[in-house]
């Protein structure tokens, strides 16, 4: 087995760019409604076509990766998120935005299959565990970094005077005036072709995969898919997804439709703002895990983001601001604390309920569209009410779940009695 710690820092690497390209949608909703003249369902179904990938790619992408190793596999993913990012970036119009994001989200699907048995090799099976956490906070730093990529560029580029640097000047002649925020597709393209130049030069170590991780068969997934606890998961899974996009996709709107924020300054900041406190609730959480039942961290959790979720769609201008980043605070462990209650609900077949949580996904692609929908006929505040369902699914969960392995925890009251005896 071959350590590297350069292939760890390249699995690094591909989360971030991952996340730049991935969680960009909810910035942009409020231009695409304005410059493409489109409904808000119309809007959300832009996210509905990356999103719907991952329940399309998920388990197919693992078979790929079995046959024809890491290395290939990763480098037609990249190959198909720049085709879709320079397709749009090319010719920017929403009927060529819902295929290539389609392409897109294919890509970034099958990175996420392929990337974790390279990080558990490159990097040890004992560092694992702090690796994969190291990897989903570079994730969420690029999710708060690139929505500020999107203000200072639409900033710039709104004005030709401002782009007096020489990347600003070719965008701004790369880029119709009119739509600015399509510059960062340009940056989607331009990262996704670097990383293929990266990767055709890197030796990748052999991926010796566990039979507990192996893909499995069609015939696994049936048997697995007649299972009641399996579906209970995996509906958890996809109502989580859909309330984390549900709630990133319409935070800029919302403030800008009834606030009156700058969806280019003030709602791409909150957006931000919502994908930072994301990543670092999970520090909160990992320490409230050490000391608590995950089912009881979950529920509080999940109750107090349905309370900030409150406070933004009913609360004032000021309350909304933080509120909604609130959201992304109390979401941040509901993730990891789903995936590891459903693998530690079942015995074996490890890898091939890995891939069926994975399809749950595309809860990213419905719920945003049912909220857009909704909205079109009720108004914006009315469709995102539709989140006190899909989070109280999650919720419901800490309830339900019933683990053959629960998480470890400190035994405070043991620790104190030891101490006190010494």
Known sequence: MTRSRYMVGLVFLVFFVMSLVTNILGPIIPDIIRDFHVSLAAAAFLGFFFFIAYGVMSIPAGFWVEKYSEKPVMITAFLAASMGSLSFALFPSYSVALGSLFVMGAGMATLQVA???????????????FNSAFAQLIFGVASFISPRIYSYLVENLEDSSKANSFPLHVLARLTPRDLPWASMYWIFAASTLV???????????????????????????????????????????????????????????????????????TGATAVSWFWGLLTAGCFIGMGLLKIFDSRKVLIGFAGLALLCLSAALFGSAAVALYAFPGVGLFASIMWPVLVSLALNSVSEHHGPFAGILSTGIMGGAVVPVIIGRIGDHFGLRTGLCFLYFTFGCVLTVGFWARPIITNATVNLKKKVVVEATT
């Open 115 to 129: 990337v974790n048995p390279l990080l558990r090799v490159s990097g040890g099976e004992e560092h694992f565990a």
């Open 195 to 265: 990383m293929i130049v990266v990767l055709i030069f890197m030796r990748f170590p052999r991926v010796e995969r566990k039979e507990d991780e192996r893909a499995g068969s069609w015939q696994l997934y049936g048997e697995l898919l007649r299972k009641r606890i399996v579906w209970f998961f995996f509906l958890s899974v996809f109502a989580y997804v859909g309330s984390e996009q549900g709630t990133a996709n319409w935070i800029s709107e919302f403030l800008a439709k009834y606030h009156g924020y700058d969806p280019h300054t």
